[in-house]
């Protein structure tokens, strides 16, 4: 069968909890993977690129069938395919297909790890597990406009990121191989799934069944269109977002002039979560001549909600070009014709004064205090190139906590709470060699989003004595006598300093500290 076009039918999951069974006992994980293939052919087929993985798969353990015949789309024996899975039900379900006396893949089926410990499988199109630049269009060809991807770095992303609570109500919008929607099913009691595209439902709903999951309510449709006037408590996308002249591929580009569908998308989220939802996206936004990119997006975020957006990434339009134009394989076909694609690409950015392209996250929690107007919202938006670690589900969901903090507490009272520093932060000591004093101190994160902020002594000194039994006037009132600094001039300079280590997770609140942390605290007075 050729991945040169998409196949006549895809599979039903009639029998997927037999072939699922199979593929657990050969080992058809992602450790299994891993443990076959060796970390540089497993590393290389991340990369869609096959020949590593090939010389790693040449005995005829049921393993390495299932590696050739789903994840390398190479055909297999029919008694090598039958001595790996039920070859009948899957045959009969469309998962495989007979040629030439072989056994050939209809998907892509890929092991995916879940967060704790699941063996998932995400099901795609043939080749297209992978996706971002050459992951969509391969072999020569170009991206077939209707088609769907498997797991790639962007849905890795926004898996990491999203909150993850238990909830009633979660909603994938734009669900493609429906990654999203199989993490929500393991917290959120009803998860419904969208997509413009129906063959992304059809693959959803083999994705769920594979993996063993609940099934989804699917509906097919545009942003909100489908799911009319819900509301619900969690609301996940990595839409189609990519800024394009023409939008005629399905699964990356969004439809509209510029960066408006992910504009509509947030503006919209925020009428459809109920009180302390999160709406969490990735997106793409422009950085257009005479506006600062920071006010273009505080002008996305809905009213009665409050947002953290941070920018990883800006490309300006050439590399942004060039990047999308391989990835629906435009450089492999005439030359003439993908200068004049690339022309058109310029022509629209030029028009519209874009000069760069700016990628990352976008999270909205929608709050009544906020839209009642009792507090005022919290909007941070920041640019944050550096590494990170995932999974940062939790360290987003303590930002907005610290924001709530931060909000309902002014400085006397944060004077008279105390704090305990976050467990992942060392000191680190900058100055010349053999300097009797550091010339700077900084606060250092070895977790979440691995911040760094410059201190002074009075600050270090602060932080380090931070363990939750002392309120901050206290410990400013102690720092002031071993300093010899008049105690009231500590207290008055020092809240602002102390409001910025809240804020950046240095300094962790007691009221926000678990609850068997902060029994043995003690309450003082400031």
């Not at 709050?367 to 589900?393: F, R, T």
Request: aromatic content about 6%; hydrophobic content about 40%.
């Amino acid at each position: 069968m050729s991945t040169t076009s998409l196949p006549p039918r895809l599979p039903v999951p009639a029998h997927a909890a037999r072939l699922r069974e199979a593929l657990l006992a050969a080992d058809f994980t992602a450790d299994g993977l891993l443990d076959l293939l060796g970390a540089p052919a497993y590393a290389a087929l991340a990369r869609s690129e096959t020949v590593p993985a090939l010389r790693a798969t040449r005995g005829d353990s049921p393993l390495e069938t299932l590696v050739r015949l789903f994840l390398l789309q190479e055909p297999v024996a029919a008694d090598r395919a039958a001595a790996a899975l039920p070859l009948d039900e899957a045959l009969a379900d469309g998962w495989v297909v007979r040629e030439d006396g072989t056994v050939l893949a209809t998907v892509d089926v890929r092991p995916y790890g879940g967060p704790d410990g699941e063996d998932w499988f995400i099901v795609s199109d043939l080749g297209r597990a992978v996706g971002g630049a050459g992951g969509s269009g391969k072999n020569g060809r170009q991206a077939d406009a209707a088609v769907v991807l498997g797991v790639g770095g962007a849905s890795t992303t926004l898996a990491g990121i999203t909150v993850r609570t238990p909830v009633s109500s979660a909603l994938d919008l734009g669900t493609g191989s429906g990654i999203q929607a199989l993490h929500a099913s393991q917290h959120a009691t009803l998860v419904t799934a969208t997509d413009l595209n129906p063959r992304a439902l059809d693959f959803t709903r083999l994705t769920l069944a594979l993996s063993g999951a609940r099934e989804a309510e699917l509906l097919t449709g545009s942003l909100f269109e489908p799911v009319d006037g819900d509301t619900y408590d969690l609301i996940v996308s990595n839409p189609p977002f990519v800024i394009s002249p023409g939008a005629g591929l399905t699964y990356r580009d969004g439809g509209m002039s510029g960066d408006d569908l992910c504009r509509t998308l947030v503006q919209q989220a925020g009428e459809r979560l109920n009180d302390g939802g999160y709406a969490q996206f990735l997106a793409n936004w422009q950085h257009v001549e005479g506006e600062e990119w920071q006010e273009r997006l505080r002008s996305w975020v809905p009213r009665g909600c409050d947002a953290w957006i941070v920018q990883r990434e800006a490309q300006d339009i050439t590399q942004y070009t060039e990047l999308w134009l391989r990835d629906s394989g435009d450089h492999r076909g005439d030359p003439a014709a993908y200068r004049a694609a690339y022309d058109r690409w310029l022509d629209e950015f030029e028009a519209s004064k874009t000069r760069a392209i700016g990628f990352g996250w976008i999270t909205i929690r929608r709050s009544e205090a906020v839209a009642s107007g009792a507090v005022e919202p919290s909007i941070v938006i920041e640019e944050w190139p550096h590494p990170v670690e995932q999974p940062l589900g939790p360290t987003v969901r303590a930002h907005f906590a610290r924001q709530d903090y931060l909000r309902g507490h002014d400085d006397a009272a944060l004077l008279a709470d105390s704090f305990t520093l976050a467990p992942e932060v060392v000191q680190e000591q900058v100055g010349l060699p053999g300097a009797e004093d550091p010339e700077h101190v900084v606060l250092r994160q070895n977790r979440g989003m691995r911040r760094a902020t410059k201190v002074d002594h009075v600050g270090a000194g602060f932080a380090g004595v931070c363990d939750g039994t002392l309120s901050a006037g206290r410990i400013l009132d102690a720092i002031g006598q071993l300093m010899g600094e008049d105690p009231v001039v500590l207290r008055d300079r020092t809240p602002q300093a102390i409001r910025l280590l809240v804020e950046e997770g240095f300094l962790i609140p007691g009221s926000l500290l678990p609850e068997t942390e902060a029994s043995g605290t003690e309450g003082s007075a400031a």
